[in-house]
Structure formats: C-alpha cells, structure tokens
C-alpha cells in the first residue's frame, strides 16, 4: 500500500470525496492497527454550502481546523455521544472537508468489535457485523476515533490514508447527503459518494 501524498487532499473537496472510495484508512495505537476500506463519502464545501460547517466563512473554535490546509482530521461531535471523522480538503483558509460516512473493516477486527460491543469478532452475530461500521458514528466508535484526532495529519503514523492496487474495482452511486435537511437548497446537493452493492453503506 502507498500512503497518500499532501497534493491528493489539496484538490476540490468533490473529487476527493469520490477518490476517497476505495482508500485504505488506518488507526494505529498501543493496541494494534486497524484497518478499513472507505465505501461512503459526504464533500462539504465550505462558505457557499449551508449544510457545511464552515458555511458564510463560519470560524470558531470547533471549525478552525477546517481552515487548515488539506490533509488533516476533522473531528466533530453529534448528539453529544458520537464523533464523526473529516477529511480536510483544498488550500489552507477554505474550510472544506469530505465526511467519510462508513467503511469496510479490513485489519483489527478484535480490536474493533471490543470498541463497539466489548467481545471478540467471532462471537458477533451477522447483523452486528453488518453494523460495526457502516456509519459515521459507528466507524469512529470502532476505530476508537475521539476529539484527541482533532487536527492529526494523515501524513503520519497514528491515522493514515493508503491505495492499493484493487481500489477502482467498484462503480460508484451518487446522491443527496443525509440528515441535513435543515440546510434549504444544500439538502439537495449531489455530493454523497458510495460503493454500488457494498453492504457497509450507511443507507442505499
């Protein structure tokens, strides 16, 4: 595998949330590695996109790593229980990032099964299989993902982002991004990316 280089994330957040399918995402901590394959993508562009965090040019304490320059995690919290990761995009002082929304466990499955249900892999049923991360929320718990990520450049060691040689053996779906129906006219955007049949996928 080959680690992904600064000049992937600094190019349109849209491109990169379809070039992110496929990818290899890897957490590395005193435990292990664990490894997944990206299969759900949302792009969030910046102060055009009222659905964006960093919509009107927004910079507060919690989005000022959006301004970064590309390559860096964003890390936010939903519901006041769950983190979601991001992947900032294009030039520093944009505010642009690619949600990765679910993912396919690859490496680590012990490791990753005690984040979500405390027991072993092979003692999860089908379903919780299914669910340990075809979900913003879920992939984080899994991956042991929190607010320490926050601003942690995939350039290094502890989360990092790879191809491999079978990456664009897929077609890719496009939709409408989800739960944002608060954002007016962005609510109905293009920009939700997935892996046509992968049963990872948050929603088909």
Not at 186 to 198: E, K, P, Q, S, V
Request: aromatic share 12%; net charge positive.
């Amino acid at each position: 595998m080959e680690k992904l280089k600064k000049t992937f994330y600094t190019r349109d957040t849209i491109l990169v949330a379809k070039k992110l399918l496929g990818k290899y995402l890897a957490v590395r901590n005193i435990n292990g590695e664990m490894i997944v394959r990206i299969v759900e993508t949302e792009g969030y562009k910046g102060p055009g996109d009222k659905a964006c965090h960093a919509y009107n040019n927004r910079l507060t304490k919690r989005t000022e790593v959006m301004y970064c320059c590309g390559g860096c995690a964003y890390i936010y919290q939903i519901y006041g229980m769950h983190y979601c990761l991001n992947v900032v995009t294009e030039k520093k002082g944009v505010g642009t990032a690619v949600l990765i929304r679910s993912a396919e466990p690859v490496k680590g499955l012990n490791l990753m099964s005690f984040n979500r249900y405390n027991k072993q892999w092979n003692q999860l049923s089908d379903k919780e299989k299914n669910n340990i991360t075809n979900g913003p929320g879920k992939l984080c718990k899994a991956l042991g993902i929190d607010k320490n990520f926050n601003g942690e450049s995939f350039l290094g060691e502890v989360i990092s982002i790879y191809r491999f040689r079978d990456e664009n053996d897929f077609e890719i779906e496009t939709s409408k991004r989800i739960n944002i129906d608060y954002s007016e006219e962005a609510r109905d955007f293009m920009w939700r990316f997935y892996i046509r049949g992968n049963p990872y996928v948050s929603k088909k």
